[in-house]
């Protein structure tokens, strides 16, 4: 099947600093992406709609300002992860929609971010 | 009520037996259908895709859509530890977003 690879799998950070993760979907070109946060033991909770070449579109209650997504190309999107505070711990997926007739969606393998 | 509805679990199976995961649906225009496997700590993985009611196998696994009843299963014949997961179903129409289940944690016994 489709690959979407996630980057970085894990990491740690400092309170106060930014990360960014990177979503590439490796064999097949992604007009959309998505972002989701996903606590322990529970579901996907959708963050924001990446779009290639256009702003991207943040369910109700996420700060777009705090969580920076670009998509730059139809392989590429990232989200930044702005001033992080120790709340903003959790796992983070991607998944990518194939710009096909039959619309299919794959995950990256999430980035588990911990913020100290 | 939610659009999707999934019973959370926890299942637990012992190895062997033929499992049933389901979801139920409000929306009837719902288009496709998928199911996901997460590992612990990991992004889930499509295993069933389906367009229309009826089913689809794949393997050990079933896809069931009766959309009449917009009703899902998933079936897994044979089951084994590794299909220890949790279940996510997912539902969409056009190029809308995916609307998810809550995902059913499996545990299957040896």
């Known amino acids: 099947g489709a690959v979407v690879s996630q980057h970085p799998s894990r990491v740690i950070c400092k309170s106060g600093t930014s990360v960014k993760i990177e979503c590439r979907s490796l064999?097949?070109?992604?007009?959309?992406m998505f972002w989701y946060r996903q606590f322990p033991k529970q579901s996907l909770m959708l963050m924001a709609t990446?779009?290639?070449?256009?702003?991207?579109?943040?369910e109700q209650g996420v700060e777009k300002d705090k969580f920076l997504i670009n998509h730059a190309s139809l392989t590429l999107s990232t989200l930044t992860v702005t001033s992080a505070h120790p709340e903003d711990s959790s796992f983070y997926i991607c998944?990518?929609?194939?710009?096909?007739?039959?619309?299919?969606?794959?995950f990256g393998e999430g980035s588990w971010l911990t913020v100290v | 009520q939610k659009e999707v509805e999934q019973d959370p679990g926890p299942l637990s199976v012992p190895e062997g037996a033929i499992v049933s995961l389901n979801c139920t649906y409000s929306?009837?225009?719902?288009?496709?259908f998928m199911w996901y496997r997460q590992y612990s700590r990991k992004g889930p993985e499509l295993l069933m895709y389906?367009?229309?009611?009826g089913n689809k196998e794949d393997g050990r696994f079933t896809a069931q859509v009766d959309k009449s009843s917009k009703y899902i299963s998933l079936f897994i014949r044979d089951s084994q530890p590794s299909d220890s997961a949790t279940y996510l179903c997912?539902?969409?129409?056009?190029?809308?977003?995916?609307?998810f289940g809550q995902g059913t944690r499996l545990t299957i016994n040896p």
């Open positions: 998944s990518a929609r194939t710009d096909s007739v039959i619309n299919t969606i794959y």
């Open positions: 064999d097949f070109q992604a007009t959309t």
């Open positions: 990446s779009n290639e070449g256009s702003k991207a579109t943040y």
């Open positions: 929306n009837s225009a719902f288009q496709y």
């Open positions: 389906t367009y229309s009611s």
């Open positions: 997912a539902m969409g129409q056009g190029a809308q977003k995916l609307v």
